[in-house]
């Protein structure tokens, strides 16, 4: 949709920014933007229509505007100078100095300002190199398994490193190549060597599916794994330790553990109640859930809610709802927030124990500690030797509410000076947040961080595997030496590799912000990959658990193709979802030898390769509609439809049509009317060179059924990985990824299968609440909605209806909207072209 015309005054703003130096483009973009009136005030506070600059720049003040809600007037103006100057010239330099000065005050430290974004940066090759070794060394234990062929995603984790933020991307790249030549062998070596295992692995891999195929009688989809199970028993999860596997410093901890569990798996989910969950979330829940089941144990969902500035109840909620939409039941819900006062009794042992102190350090003074962004030598917190009655009355302060945010903080007594592993340099334990939680309300305003938390709870709940994924191996060793410390079980954690789908933003900021600013219509909307939207797309869930299953489980992390994803959804819906006739773009047709009131019911099986899911009636006579890709007006010997001299069949009808003429509105240019003639003397035996989908009209049976909408999708961004683009992943959007198609009409038939899809649902849930009875637990509420009713539209796509239908059950009426789940084959294009 084209933009509404600017008016008067917008025209008068977008003159404005030109004469800054801004291009007629980005300057009608920022006077549309809801950001305009900022930009406007900033340009002319710091008077730049008297010192225009180029337009890359004036994008620079743009983002600073946008960007830069929390900065007073002075600090604006400070970045837009050092823009001007040509100090600032990158946006990641930007975004650092609007960071630094949102907790300064002017005036401002210039030394400290240029160091902390980049400004006159440079560091020589020796510096770089050893900056760059250091790195490696430090993760190499997450960068070795894809070596070479993943030194892409190391580069982009550099970028994020202080000390290396702002070198130069061929400089950074050189050196890291250097480095991995040392580390890794030959590039070339390494990658022939990559190549030779997958295909020994592929070839490996087929040979055990023909072996399958022949011994089975029904061979399974081309790419499906035969059972979800399969993850557990073969691979990295199949190597797991078994439970008393994990050895303790403390025998006794082991003996109690084992006496509580009785020897089973027990594992945890522990999202943290601050957004919606993801496609990577999906394989977590299955590792999770799934490896418990497999083993006969059970799995705890715990709620991560350490951090009350960001959590909201509507999280809570849809993350149980997707587990359960997932087919997954927890054995039962808690949260970190039911061991708060035990927490808290374990930080002031920690302290007694001389391994925690209080401290006041700031957070650029904690980062100097640590070796600051030249990564230089660390040194130890004023405060680390305190006496520790001291650190034990402050952090009863800190409780009480004597401290505000920032003020005052309790660090793990770790092992800064030695340790290569940033997470034991003396980490926080403890933070005042002065926030009231929604459980405990007012009654703390200290709360522990993710470091502290998350293993002492897991040691609570005797998990008997912590299953993470591998960003987390770094922590650990923290993990292992707090449980350690205070001498209680220590459960192992386990890393696997995060799942990425090719085309997905799973950054809850980003995703935020998608939402806000209305670049979708909503967490749920189904052009995102969040579980609600995918669930709102009609995506069975037990096609994402197959599909986590066949990719597999192990160290190394996954950017998954998107057409892997939705040939995966194409499978399941093959054979488990009826198939109706629906025409997107109707045009009508007479058949003019057959009389007005011609009248047939035509049986047409719901599936032709499963007769179980059985058959419905639809009426057809001498009206008759057909889709608009289906008729050309000039005759074609290479098009099988309909065309002058052509002659047709209409599935499921006895015999087939010939073309005879058709008529043009003259208005529109487009066919309104097509005649042709039934053809009764065919042969039983005549074979048409094509067969067409159709809709008969006929008001005693109401058909057709007209649909409100029908919404086809295809991917929100255009390249493939827009998580790499940082900030400018907006800029990627695809204006077209929704068509909102109208006028669109169904056969009478979708009424039995919303019928029967509602009908299977509720069955399910009565099921699971019997089970529930039976186990004397709590029965799970249903978490399905209209988007159970999924069909194929024979040669169109897969359709599901969307939330915003409205069904009189029973009544064969309603309002029916449509959402595309996929086409019928893989689009590279766009999925909502899957019809032609």
């Known amino acids: 949709?084209?933009?509404?015309?600017?008016?008067?005054?917008?025209?008068?703003?977008?003159?404005?920014?030109?004469?800054?130096?801004?291009?007629?483009?980005?300057?009608?973009?920022?006077?549309?933007?809801?950001?305009?009136?900022?930009?406007?005030?900033?340009?002319?506070?710091?008077?730049?229509?008297?010192?225009?600059?180029?337009?890359?720049?004036?994008?620079?003040?743009?983002?600073?505007?946008?960007?830069?809600?929390?900065?007073?007037?002075?600090?604006?103006?400070?970045?837009?100078?050092?823009?001007?100057?040509?100090d600032l010239a990158k946006s990641d330099q930007v975004a650092a100095a609007i960071k630094y000065l949102a907790s300064k005050s002017a005036p401002y430290d210039e030394a400290e300002f240029d160091k902390t974004c980049g400004v006159g940066f440079t560091i020589t090759p020796s510096a770089l190199l050893s900056l760059v070794s250091s790195y490696v060394k430090?993760?190499?234990?997450?960068?070795?398994?894809?070596?070479?062929?993943?030194?892409?995603?190391?580069?982009?984790?550099?970028?994020?490193?202080?000390?290396?933020?702002?070198?130069?991307?061929?400089?950074?790249?050189a050196t890291v190549e250097k480095v991995y030549e040392e580390t890794f062998g030959s590039k070339e070596e390494a990658l022939k060597k990559e190549k030779e295992k997958q295909a020994a692995a592929k070839k490996d891999a087929k040979s055990k599916s023909t072996a399958a195929s022949s011994s089975s009688p029904v061979a399974a989809p081309s790419g499906a794994a035969a059972s979800p199970d399969d993850m557990f028993a073969t691979g990295w999860l199949s190597r797991l330790h078994k439970p008393g596997g994990n050895e303790q410093v403390i025998p006794e901890r082991m003996k109690e553990h084992l006496e509580a569990t009785k020897g089973k798996v027990f594992t945890r989910f522990p999202p943290e109640p601050n957004g919606f969950l993801h496609i990577g979330h999906s394989k977590a829940i299955a590792v999770n859930f799934g490896y418990a089941k497999y083993h006969q144990g059970h799995c705890y969902l715990r709620y991560d809610d350490t951090n009350p500035e960001a959590e909201e109840q509507i999280y809570f909620d849809k993350i149980l709802e997707n587990i359960r939409w997932l087919g997954y039941e927890p054995y039962q819900i808690t949260h970190s927030s039911d061991h708060f006062q035990e927490l808290y009794e374990l930080a002031r042992?920690?302290?007694?124990?001389?391994?925690?102190?209080?401290?006041?350090?700031?957070?650029?003074?904690?980062?100097?500690?640590?070796?600051?962004?030249?990564?230089?030598?660390?040194?130890?917190?004023?405060?680390?030797?305190?006496?520790?009655?001291?650190?034990?009355?402050?952090?009863?302060?800190?409780?009480?509410?004597?401290?505000?945010?920032?003020?005052?903080?309790?660090?793990?007594?770790?092992?800064?000076?030695?340790?290569?592993?940033?997470?034991?340099?003396?980490?926080?334990?403890?933070?005042?947040?002065?926030?009231?939680?929604?459980?405990?309300?007012?009654?703390?305003?200290i709360y522990p961080t993710y470091d502290f938390t998350h293993c002492l709870c897991d040691s609570f709940e005797n998990i008997s595997h912590s299953l993470c994924t591998t960003e987390f191996i770094g922590a650990r060793t923290a993990y292992e030496w707090l449980c350690d410390a205070l001498e209680v079980y220590k459960p192992r954690q386990s890393e696997y590799g995060r799942l990425t789908l090719e085309g997905a933003i799973t950054s809850k900021r980003k995703l935020l912000k998608l939402v806000k600013e209305g670049h979708v219509d909503g967490w749920d909307d189904p052009r995102l990959y969040t579980l609600v939207a995918l669930?709102?797309?009609?995506?069975?869930?037990?096609?994402?658990?197959?599909?986590?299953?066949?990719?597999?489980?192990?160290?190394?992390?996954?950017?998954?193709?998107?057409?892997?994803?939705?040939?995966?959804?194409?499978?399941?819906?093959e054979m488990s979802t009826p198939r109706l006739m629906l025409i997107v773009d109707p045009v009508k047709v007479t058949i003019e030898n057959l009389p007005e009131d011609?009248?047939?019911?035509?049986?047409?099986?719901?599936?032709?390769?499963?007769?179980?899911?059985?058959?419905?009636?639809?009426?057809?006579?001498?009206?008759?509609?057909?889709?608009?890709?289906?008729?050309?007006?000039?005759?074609?010997?290479?098009?099988?439809?309909?065309?002058?001299?052509?002659?047709?069949?209409?599935?499921?009808?006895?015999?087939?049509?010939?073309?005879?003429?058709?008529?043009?509105?003259?208005?529109?240019?487009?066919?309104?009317?097509i005649v042709c003639k039934y053809e009764h003397d065919a042969a039983s035996n005549f074979k048409p060179k094509g067969w067409i989908h159709w809709i008969a009209q006929h008001e005693p049976s109401k058909s057709p059924v007209q649909i409100s909408e029908t919404r086809m999708f295809s991917?929100?961004?255009?390249?493939?990985?827009?998580?790499?683009?940082?900030?400018?992943y907006l800029e990627d959007l695809d204006p077209k990824s929704k068509e909102v198609v109208k006028g669109a009409m169904v056969e009478t038939g979708v009424w039995q299968v919303i019928e029967q899809s509602l009908k299977r649902a509720q069955e399910v849930v009565r099921l699971r609440k019997a089970e529930s009875e039976k186990n004397g637990t709590e029965a799970p509420p249903s978490v399905d909605g209209l988007e159970v009713v999924r069909f194929q539209a024979s040669r169109v796509a897969y359709f599901c209806l969307d939330l915003d239908s409205k069904v009189t059950e029973g009544k064969n009426e309603g309002d029916l909207v449509l959402n595309l789940i996929t086409g019928l084959k893989e689009d590279k294009t766009k999925v909502a072209g899957a019809k032609k």
């Open 1 to 86: 949709m084209a933009p509404a015309p600017l008016t008067p005054e917008q025209e008068t703003q977008v003159a404005y920014f030109e004469s800054c130096g801004l291009s007629n483009t980005r300057s009608s973009e920022a006077v549309r933007s809801k950001y305009a009136s900022s930009a406007l005030k900033l340009f002319q506070q710091t008077q730049l229509d008297q010192r225009p600059l180029d337009d890359k720049l004036g994008a620079l003040c743009l983002q600073v505007a946008k960007d830069g809600n929390a900065l007073d007037d002075q600090a604006k103006g400070y970045i837009v100078d050092k823009i001007h100057k040509g």
């Open 138 to 173: 430090t993760n190499l234990a997450s960068i070795s398994p894809t070596n070479w062929s993943g030194i892409g995603k190391t580069l982009g984790q550099m970028k994020l490193d202080d000390g290396l933020r702002w070198v130069q991307p061929l400089e950074l790249k």
């Open 349 to 445: 042992l920690l302290i007694k124990k001389g391994l925690a102190y209080t401290s006041n350090d700031t957070a650029e003074e904690i980062n100097a500690q640590r070796g600051g962004p030249t990564h230089g030598p660390r040194f130890e917190s004023k405060d680390r030797n305190k006496p520790i009655a001291q650190s034990l009355s402050e952090f009863e302060d800190m409780k009480n509410g004597k401290y505000q945010p920032g003020e005052m903080t309790l660090r793990m007594k770790q092992d800064i000076i030695n340790s290569s592993n940033p997470t034991m340099w003396d980490i926080i334990a403890y933070r005042v947040l002065g926030k009231e939680h929604h459980r405990t309300g007012k009654e703390w305003c």
């Open 535 to 573: 669930k709102r797309r009609g995506v069975p869930p037990a096609a994402i658990i197959s599909f986590v299953s066949n990719l597999g489980v192990s160290t190394s992390p996954s950017l998954v193709q998107l057409s892997r994803f939705e040939q995966t959804v194409r499978q399941h819906l």
């Open 598 to 673: 011609f009248y047939l019911d035509i049986e047409k099986p719901l599936h032709p390769k499963d007769p179980s899911m059985g058959s419905n009636k639809v009426p057809f006579t001498k009206h008759l509609f057909i889709d608009r890709d289906d008729f050309r007006t000039e005759s074609d010997k290479n098009f099988f439809r309909l065309c002058p001299g052509a002659t047709v069949g209409l599935l499921n009808t006895p015999k087939p049509i010939t073309y005879v003429s058709h008529t043009v509105n003259e208005q529109t240019g487009q066919v309104d009317h």
């Open 715 to 728: 991917r929100l961004f255009k390249s493939d990985n827009p998580a790499t683009l940082g900030d400018k």
